[in-house]
């Protein structure tokens, strides 16, 4: 499974390489390195938990787990549903707390989370409201709670569709209310106290398949169209290929 590259950022020669850790995905973000000299260090991730929730279908795709694929690309969704939400109503003026009031109540059932996404999202000024494709729907219902198992064809598929899906929200989400998605990470980060005596909390942004779909030209070393199956061939080299560049890895 992939795992996420920590950076040690009490390092100053320039004329190392980067050290790193490697460690498995977190649900908040959050993450702790113990390192060699016995130092600790905290970086936090901006990247979405639904956009790592989508990485792991893509990564699920390249170790064959098909099923992995569906139950992890589903779960994307839904987390990005009431991301989606959380901002349209922190943008509306609503407060962080009667906000997670909200997510914690329409959390309890799909039906309540997307129609809280469409009802924002007409209020907002959208005359089309986004779904996935029902095709897709059948087949993640199948997968859920009939113990289906895709194909490989089904599995690129479906996360092709999540995608598609998230990906043009996404952008546009951050495009037009990145204030609020701003003021609710740096909220986060004022909440996790350093564990180092002279340096701050490092911070992180991940390359995913979303970040690729989305903004190809912030990677000047990787200047592709901007495809899953794209990001699954460069993401499948070794590291010092295609997207992975060389680390001191201790």
Not at 37 to 64: D, F, N, P
Not at 77 to 101: M, R
Not at 172 to 199: C, D, G, M, W
């Amino acid at each position: 499974m992939q795992r996420i590259t920590l950076y040690d950022n009490t390092q100053i020669d320039p004329n190392l390489p980067p050290r790193i850790i490697e460690v498995d995905f977190r649900e908040d973000g959050i993450y702790e390195a113990v390192w060699p000299e016995g130092h600790k260090t905290i970086t936090i991730s901006q990247t979405e938990h639904c956009e790592m929730l989508i990485e792991l279908a893509v990564h699920a795709y390249m170790e064959r787990d098909f099923r992995g694929v569906i139950s992890s690309g589903a779960s994307g969704v839904d987390a990005y549903l009431n991301f989606h939400v959380a901002i349209l109503l922190l943008s509306a003026g609503k407060t962080p707390e009667e906000v997670a009031s909200l997510i914690k109540l329409i959390d309890q059932q799909e039906n309540r989370r997307w129609g809280a996404f469409w009802a924002l999202e007409l209020q907002f000024g959208r005359s089309v409201l986004a779904t996935m494709p029902q095709k897709q729907i059948d087949l993640r219902n199948a997968v859920v709670h009939k113990g289906k198992i895709p194909t490989p064809g089904q599995a690129l598929e479906y996360v092709k569709a999540v995608c598609a899906f998230v990906a043009p929200l996404d952008k546009r989400l951050h495009a037009e209310n990145y204030t609020a998605i701003k003021q609710r990470f740096f909220a986060k980060t004022k909440s996790v106290p350093s564990v180092h005596p002279t340096i701050g909390n490092a911070v992180m942004w991940t390359r995913t398949v979303i970040s690729h779909i989305n903004y190809p030209a912030f990677f000047p070393d990787a200047p592709f169209e901007g495809t899953v199956e794209e990001y699954i061939r460069e993401s499948s080299k070794p590291r010092g290929q295609g997207f992975r560049k060389p680390v001191r890895k201790i």
